[in-house]
């Protein structure tokens, strides 16, 4: 074969595509050349599966073909992994149940996790951390702070975040805290509010229940499509998905559709339906059904497999044009393309220095959609700050939209309080001094 020892260049790029119904649900290739392909080339394997998500359900179907000891080395250290991280993912489950019980937050599992009740086989979708929604700000606060009290903290790669939908008021955003486990770290990523779509959409989503549940797939649906457009790019997980809701029975009413349209993905999702029916054996009826969920003319062209940081910029920038122009014109389309542009452009990394700033004390009353606020706690950012005047703080006010949450100014600064912890507001992932030393501690002033 032409491929055997090819691993480079083109030839890589032909055993990608061999592998492809390696990890579809309903391979409409040719997957008996994708196993043999797999053992020829298990290192280029295991990278694929693990780049589009596919590990479980492609795993499962080479140790089908052989016993696990016949599993070149890549493969088995990949399945090791993929097992260690479900068992992870069972026991924080249930970790979370005693969490949800002790606080009483109605708090539902979406996009992976929920997904994985809709395969014939759950462990065929992989998820790589816990994701949940809850209603409101203070109760994904009280959450993370019962997990915080349980050996868990911040997420580094992912500092909280909060913003404020202009059209409700309502705060939203995302609080992920992690603990590592062996060799691994277990996530929970606890979305409040709804879920934050590109630069500045939001998307309804919401526990439908009290107590611990899973999302269903209409309420996840934003959320998958949320994700994977934010990071412009579809994996063969986000065909999988799609297929299974189709082999399900499931379609989308119009109210659904009109939830596409209107947080600006018909195109994307165009692109998601030309691409899973490309890759998917479907019958003549979820043909006809496929046929029927396109909600606009064209397609997005979408990086598959691979991400495109600058394909993103473009898509997300462009989005953040026409949300601006429907909101206010042109001139408003241009600011807010260029907020987009300045935040998607660049690599963000949390500096320290003077404090030769221009006054932020209002950063937390001017949230807004287009206003990614970071929360920083000063603790955890590793650089010893110099010259750090400790400031009394002159003010203290609930910061509107939740009761747990205190907004503290010292001086030209301001800092949100809850609990034990203060974090600092930024934007920019650049803290001056006086923030890095967090102007005192939590409860003073």
Not at 280 to 288: G, Y
Not at 301 to 323: E, H, K, N, Q, W
Not at 380 to 386: C, K, L, N, Y
Request: glycine fraction near 10%; charged fraction near 25%; proline fraction near 5%.
């Amino acid at each position: 074969m032409a491929y055997a020892n090819a691993t480079s260049g083109r030839s890589a790029r032909r055993v990608e595509q061999l592998l492809l119904p390696l990890g579809g649900v309903a391979p409409a290739g040719d997957l008996v050349m994708a196993i043999r392909v797999a053992f020829d080339h298990p290192e280029l394997a295991a990278d694929f599966l693990r780049r589009h998500r596919v590990v479980g359900l492609g795993l499962r179907r080479l140790h089908e073909a052989v016993e696990h000891d016949r599993l070149a080395a890549p493969l088995r250290e990949l399945a090791s992994w993929r097992v260690e991280l479900d068992g992870l993912l069972e026991a924080g489950w249930a970790e979370l149940a005693d969490g949800v019980a002790a606080t009483g937050v109605a708090t539902a599992g979406i996009k992976g996790l929920a997904m994985r009740a809709e395969y014939q086989y759950p462990l065929d979708r992989d998820a790589g951390d816990i994701d949940v929604m809850v209603h409101t700000v203070d109760d994904a606060w009280e959450l993370a702070t019962w997990l915080r009290g349980r050996g868990y903290d911040w997420c580094e790669y992912e500092w909280p975040w909060i913003k404020r939908d202009v059209a409700t008021s309502k705060i939203y955003g995302q609080f992920q805290v992690w603990k590592q486990v062996g060799e691994q770290y277990l996530r929970f990523d606890i979305h409040f509010g709804g879920y934050s779509v590109r630069h500045c959409r939001l998307a309804a989503c919401a526990p439908s229940q009290p107590g611990l549940s899973l999302i269903e797939p209409a309420g996840n649906l934003p959320c998958l499509l949320g994700n994977s457009s934010g990071d412009f790019l579809l994996r063969l997980k986000d065909v999988n998905d799609l297929a299974v809701l189709i082999k399900n029975g499931w379609r989308p009413d119009r109210q659904e559709l009109t939830m596409i349209r209107s947080l600006g993905l018909a195109r994307f999702w165009n692109a998601l339906i030309r691409r899973m029916s490309g890759l998917t054996l479907l019958t003549e009826d979820e043909q006809r059904a496929v046929r029927g969920l396109r909600v606009a003319y064209g397609h997005q062209r979408v990086p598959f497999g691979s991400p495109s940081p600058r394909a993103r910029t473009r898509a997300t920038v462009a989005d953040a044009f026409r949300y601006g122009a429907a909101d206010g014109g042109l001139r408003r389309a241009v600011a807010v393309a260029r907020d987009a542009y300045s935040y998607y452009s660049k690599k963000h990394q949390l500096t320290v220095g003077p404090c030769e700033h221009p006054d932020r004390a209002a950063l937390l009353r001017n949230l807004t959609n287009e206003t990614c606020i970071r929360l920083i706690p000063p603790r955890m950012i590793g650089t010893e700050p110099t010259g750090a005047a400790q400031h009394e703080a002159t003010r203290r006010r609930q910061l509107p939209g939740t009761q747990l949450l205190v907004e503290v100014v010292s001086g030209q600064h301001a800092f949100l309080e809850g609990n034990d912890e203060r974090l600092v507001p930024t934007l920019s992932y650049n803290l001056c001094a006086v923030e890095a030393a967090g102007a005192g501690t939590a409860g003073e002033g």
